[in-house]
């Protein structure tokens, strides 16, 4: 079986596959999307996604931005006030995410509902 030829994601070096593996995350695509609305707070992230640590969204905001996917910008105020916002690199990604989200929104429970017939499958095996 041969590649795709350049960007060949099958090549564990491919900036295209790395990519990929970057916004496969499981909590990067859900940052990414909290962000699309303008610049946010890491508390009103917090907030706004149901289920994530303070820990593992501020892993995934540092990984972000190494990224160049979003920017962090601290504001010179007391307290301090840090706010996080897509780059243009980052916002290119906002349609993709919302194709994305619609076809979950659609197929969820057809997703749940395979899952559940194959677990009574192997239940009355």
């Not at 999307?33 to 946010?40: A, E, T």
Request: hydrophobic share 45%.
């Amino acid at each position: 079986m041969s590649g795709f030829g350049p960007g060949d994601p099958f090549l564990a070096d491919c900036p295209a596959r790395l990519a990929v593996e970057l916004i496969a995350d499981k909590w990067t695509v859900v940052v990414l999307y909290g962000l699309s609305r303008g610049p946010v707070r890491h508390g009103e992230l917090i907030e706004l996604i149901g289920g994530i640590s303070r820990k593992m969204l501020t892993q995934t905001l540092r990984r972000l931005q190494a990224h160049g996917l979003i920017h962090r910008h601290a504001h010179a105020t007391v307290p301090p006030r840090v706010e996080y916002e897509l780059t243009a690199l980052g916002a290119t990604l906002i349609d993709p995410i919302h194709m994305l989200t619609e076809w979950a929104r659609a197929n969820g429970d057809a997703v749940l509902d395979a899952l559940d017939a194959r677990s009574d499958r192997h239940l009355n095996q």
